[in-house]
C-alpha cells in the first residue's frame, strides 16, 4: 500500500468521505428519506409486507435489498 502524504488526505480523501457522508447522513428535500430508510421501505413494498414486522428482521430485509438490487 503506498503511502500518501498527510495534506493530500486532509484535502483529497477526507473531503470525498464528508461529502459521501453527508449525502447518506442528510435526508432528501423530495420525500424526507435518508438512503438506507429509502432501501428498506423500497424492500418491504417489493415484499409487499404489508403488516407489523419487528426491527430485528429489518437488517435481513435490508441484506435482500442489496442483493436484488445487484442483480436487477
Not at 24 to 39: F, Q
Request: glycine letters at 6%; proline letters at 6%.
Amino acid at each position: 500500500m503506498d503511502e500518501i502524504p498527510f495534506s493530500d488526505f486532509i484535502n483529497k480523501e477526507l473531503i470525498l468521505f464528508s461529502m459521501a457522508d453527508n449525502v447518506r447522513s442528510i435526508p432528501s428535500v423530495a420525500d424526507g428519506l435518508k438512503p438506507g430508510r429509502r432501501k428498506v421501505i423500497w424492500a418491504c413494498f417489493k415484499r409487499k409486507l404489508t403488516g407489523e414486522i419487528k426491527v430485528r428482521a429489518l437488517p435481513i430485509l435490508n441484506g435482500w435489498a442489496c442483493m436484488l438490487m445487484r442483480f436487477d
